[in-house]
């Protein structure tokens, strides 16, 4: 298979608007009014599987090498540098594939939004540039799904061997966590010797766009649509406030109950309840389109080079925010994604089981308030049903084996018609201490 090429390059409105029709065709039909000529250049960039598009709050440029090349690089002309440098991280486009935005902390990759073709980054960024404000942002933005694993373990020194006889690997790479799988994927699929074709495609605005134009109703309805884009990426962050300023309410019904959680589990909860309101991600099985990582390329190389055992080759991933509606999405507690708080309990005598009863505990009693307080922060609560799974049997039957999942959720094992002698990985660790979620609502914004 031909592989892609890795590099960015000038483009101008007209080269590239039947591809933006497709996928944002309300940007596309307010750019058209504005009809934009040479003066308006945009950048068109493409990425490899795991390259960082932005790194801590600032953007990269690949060239044709693939290296990556800070927009600050002195290699980079001046005239690209001052088309960019209106922001650390110019405003670009998703045009083709899924990138993840998450903060990279001191241990973990902590996840808050899987962008699909179509969605808009940097908006914050951008409109700090229009109303003369200073930008500093921590994100970062990565071609494909960031928080990406095998439910199977693949820790196993003989497959790993077997993967660095294919492939050029660093011995440091052999996953222990699923923490570890993507570093490994980003690896196997930047070698030549991948045979799956994969690429992020993005588009850059240029400073023009947000500056030395004409004054009239198109760009005024341009500007209007950033707005409104950015108003709605920020109610991740106005629900977590909302929530928070409501929990001294929801308090109240723990404390009737004569409930002391600690910390950490009210922290999990929290973050928990953000996750089920469609206001943080969760994760999901992978499907067969491909776009948050070239997934099939991945499971063969698993299958048949490393020679994954019995299980299926199950990927999961990040959630997008704007796809969990009526779709289970999964949070577990040996996968800890809250932003803030303590993601490992602090008491000695505890144990997931034990956590995950408490959990399920607080949210049973925290349910009649959901359904006297139907809206609460934007977020609907009550409309959220949640399950409880630990591959461990709770002798007290409050939690369910993770065994169930696969009859539950078809999702998890939409794999097995491409490979019919494999099964669902019920062990995986990854459901230890895992609750299943589904919104039965849409997200209003």
């Known amino acids: 298979m031909e592989k892609s090429v890795f590099y960015f390059k000038k483009i101008y409105w007209k080269d590239v608007r039947d591809e933006v029709r497709v996928i944002n065709p309300k940007l596309a039909e307010i750019i058209d009014k504005i009809s934009p000529d040479k003066n308006y250049p945009l950048i068109k960039a493409s990425y490899r599987f795991g390259d960082l598009i932005v790194n801590n709050g600032t953007a990269f440029l690949p060239d044709k090498n693939g290296d990556l090349l800070s927009i600050k690089d002195p290699v980079i002309t001046n005239v690209l540098k001052n088309q960019l440098s209106y922001s650390p991280i110019p405003l670009f486009l998703t045009l083709k594939n899924a990138s993840e935005v998450f903060i990279n902390s001191s241990f973990r990759a902590i996840p808050l939004n899987l962008f699909y073709p179509g969605s808009l980054l940097g908006l914050f960024e951008s409109i700090d540039y229009l109303f003369d404000r200073s930008s500093s942002s921590n994100w970062c933005v990565s071609a494909g799904a960031r928080n990406l694993f095998f439910l199977a373990k693949i820790n196993e020194i003989g497959g790993f061997k077997r993967l660095k006889m294919e492939f050029e690997i660093d011995s440091t790479l052999q996953p222990r966590t699923l923490a570890d799988h993507w570093r490994l994927f980003r690896e196997i699929a930047q070698q030549d010797d991948f045979k799956q074709s994969w690429c992020n495609e993005v588009l850059f605005f240029t400073k023009p766009w947000f500056f030395n134009h004409r004054k009239d109703s198109s760009w005024f309805a341009f500007k209007e649509f950033l707005f409104k884009e950015a108003w709605h990426q920020a109610q991740f962050a106005i629900s977590k406030v909302g929530l928070n300023l409501t929990w001294e309410y929801f308090s109240r019904a723990i404390s009737a109950r004569n409930l002391k959680p600690i910390p950490y589990l009210v922290d999990q909860v929290k973050h928990i309840l953000l996750v089920g309101a469609g206001r943080w991600p969760g994760f999901r099985p992978s499907d067969t389109s491909d776009l948050i990582a070239p997934v099939d390329g991945l499971q063969n190389v698993f299958t048949d080079v490393y020679m ?22 999964y ?30 505990q607080i949210i049973d009693t925290l349910k009649p308030v959901f359904k006297d307080h139907e809206k609460i922060d934007g977020a609907t609560y009550g409309n959220i049903n949640f399950e409880y799974f630990h591959v461990e049997k709770d002798k007290y039957g409050e ?11 078809k999702n998890l094992i939409h794999d097995k018609h491409k490979y019919p002698d494999r099964d669902f990985c019920a062990t995986s660790q990854f459901w230890r201490g895992c609750i299943k979620i589904v919104r039965d609502k849409p997200i209003k914004v």
């Open 308 to 329: 994954l055992k019995k299980h299926l080759p199950t990927i999961m991933h990040t959630c997008s925010l704007e796809r969990t509606f009526h779709v289970p999405s």
């Open 399 to 409: 939690i369910k084996m993770s065994n169930d999942l696969a009859l539950l959720d």
């Open 331 to 360: 949070y577990s507690l040996s996968y800890p994604t809250l932003l803030e708080g303590s993601p490992q309990s602090k008491s000695p005598a505890s144990t997931i089981m034990i956590d995950l009863r408490d959990i399920k």
